[in-house]
């Protein structure tokens, strides 16, 4: 038992560095997580990591995740391949 059980972290800017540990650490802890970043392909950044590879690394520890796509162009979206609905929160 984590001390996160039961609980869903929304965690941004998780494809890489501070923000994958966290989302990992969330994910050993227990919590459901929501794994929130710009990077969805390799190679589509200079830096490494995706949401997707955070999201692999958290359910073979036998986490719960999911990616979600987002940035500060474009509200969150689940990673499904559907659009989002306009600009922050929504709106156009």
Do not use: C, H, N
Not at 41 to 67: D, H, K, M, N
Request: charged fraction near 20%; charge should be positive; hydrophobic fraction near 40%.
């Amino acid at each position: 038992m984590g001390i996160l059980d039961g609980k869903v972290a929304i965690v941004t800017g998780a494809s890489r560095g501070i923000g994958a540990e966290i989302a990992r650490r969330f994910g050993r802890e227990g919590a459901a997580v929501a794994v929130a970043a710009r990077t969805t392909e390799a190679g589509t950044s200079p830096l490494p990591g995706t949401i997707g590879e955070t999201v692999e690394q958290i359910r073979a520890a036998g986490g719960t995740a999911a990616a979600i796509r987002g940035g500060s162009d474009a509200a969150l979206s689940p990673v499904t391949g559907s659009r989002s609905a306009g600009g922050p929160a929504g709106r156009r």
